[in-house]
């Protein structure tokens, strides 16, 4: 059974409901849905911490609104005609984190919390791409959180590591593919940049290139209920941001990102986040998933072009002031969608616009997940907002401890479950 909504607002409230469990999410109930887009079909749904669940003056933020990928489909097909399913691929990891293959590849590599990286071809284990194991701090939300092959992969070697270090600071860090394909030069690690840790948790760990070829970082606010050092709202802290870096230079290099020129740090290309666990791009677009404090998990998009962005946190919470009923929101970058911490749901993890060819009825769906309750949904995105908001969850099963989403070098989806098992979507 699925749930589908269709809604083109831009600030959608997912509300779950009753006692928390792991068990399938709700959706929210809607009075009176909205109109949908012209040929759509609008309906109102029945009632129903791995990632860290629970003074310079600066103008408002110049953004530019979001595009939508030439691929997108501009009428997706009615999802009642789509039964997809979850096959598992391998199984037996320990505390995988993250899956990840080079455009065109036909393995796949398998990030563990631990600091190994296996690679698979068809399921079958090829071995251990890499181990630092030695070198990571681990447990909690500590460890090797993230991976990201240089887009010219394999012509240029290089991929791209997010890790805690034995001391529990942040390390972005370089490595190359030895002579054989299947094996890392764990010799050829180099440093791109350190950012010290105050506290365990929100330490973000997601990294990825972008459509303008530069890098991504994804850093949390360091921890701590509420961001006490005020990293999120702080343009010169590397905490609370989502940082943008040129791989080419000693250590790196360093575009126009907007804050530098206002005092800020010159890495931070966006502020006002908490622990940004799991993002990625879709064309000319950025879907970030930001995990809440203690009532509401976010989704944002903001277009690769902007400047400034401010995501809110700690001054709000999803679109709702944080600590207070009144706050200041000007200049805030709102999410497009947010759910409540009700019914299991604790921790939002952010995941991938399909882009397969075994659904292509989902061509352009955005999935998105929860850690805790092992929720499954999607949701379409165009300059209306968002609709076919569906909750896949009775439909595939819920996935708890659901870490990561990924694609393959086909664009197929994955799910990856910190339990130890990788699954594919395919067609039930």
Same mark, same amino acid.
């Given at each position: 059974m699925r749930r589908a909504l269709?809604? %083109?607002?831009?600030?959608?409230?997912? =509300?779950?409901?009753s006692t928390p469990a792991v068990t399938a @999410? @709700?959706? %929210?109930?809607f009075t009176t849905a909205p109109e949908g887009p012209a040929g759509s079909t609008t309906m109102a %749904?029945?009632?129903t911490t791995l990632p860290g669940a629970s003074t310079?003056?600066? =103008?408002? %933020?110049?953004?530019?609104?979001?595009t939508a990928p030439t691929t997108t489909t501009t009428e997706p097909t009615p999802l009642d005609d789509i039964t997809p399913a979850l096959a598992l691929v391998a199984g037996g990891f320990s505390r995988p984190v993250f899956v990840a293959a080079p455009p065109g590849d036909d393995r796949l590599f398998v990030v563990e919390q631990d600091g190994r990286i296996w690679v698979l071809r068809e399921g079958t284990r090829l071995g251990t791409f890499l181990d630092i194991s030695t070198l990571v701090s681990t447990g909690g939300e500590r460890g090797l959180l993230g991976l990201a092959f240089h887009p010219a992969y394999p012509g240029d070697p290089r991929f791209y590591l997010n890790y805690t270090d034995r001391a529990g600071g942040t390390v972005?860090?370089?490595y190359r593919v030895s002579a054989d394909p299947n094996r890392a030069d764990p010799e050829s690690g180099r440093v791109l940049l350190e950012v010290a840790q105050p506290y365990e948790n929100h330490n973000g760990g997601m990294l990825a290139f972008g459509p303008d070829g530069f890098l991504y970082v994804g850093m949390g606010d360091g921890g701590g209920a509420g961001d006490p050092d005020g990293n999120g709202q702080d343009p010169a802290s590397l905490l609370g941001s989502l940082l943008r870096i040129g791989v080419d230079g000693d250590p790196y290099s360093v575009p126009d990102n907007g804050w530098g020129g206002r005092g800020g740090a010159p890495e931070v290309w966006a502020k006002g986040l908490r622990n940004p666990w799991r993002f990625s791009f879709d064309g000319d677009?950025?879907?970030?998933?930001?995990?809440?404090q203690r009532d509401w998990e976010e989704i944002d998009i903001a277009h690769v072009d902007s400047r400034l962005l401010d995501f809110g946190w700690n001054v709000m919470e999803g679109s709702h002031c944080f600590r207070s009923d009144e706050c200041d929101r000007e200049g805030r970058v709102l999410p497009v969608l947010e759910y409540a911490h009700e019914d299991g749901n604790c921790s939002v993890t952010g995941g991938y616009v399909y882009r397969g060819t075994a659904l292509p009825e989902l061509n352009g769906a955005y999935f998105y997940g929860d850690y805790c309750s092992g929720m499954i949904a999607s949701f379409h995105h165009d300059l209306e907002g968002i609709y076919q908001l569906t909750d896949w969850t009775e439909t595939l099963g819920a996935v708890p401890g659901l870490t990561s989403f990924g694609v393959d070098g086909r664009g197929e989806l994955y799910l990856v479950a910190h339990s130890g098992a990788i699954y594919r979507l395919v067609r039930g």
């Open positions: 269709v809604l %083109p607002c831009l600030a959608l409230i997912v =509300a779950a409901c @999410s @709700s959706l %929210p109930t %749904p029945p009632t310079t003056t600066t =103008a408002a %933020p110049t953004t530019i609104a979001p972005v860090a370089e677009l950025l879907y970030l998933a930001d995990v809440g």
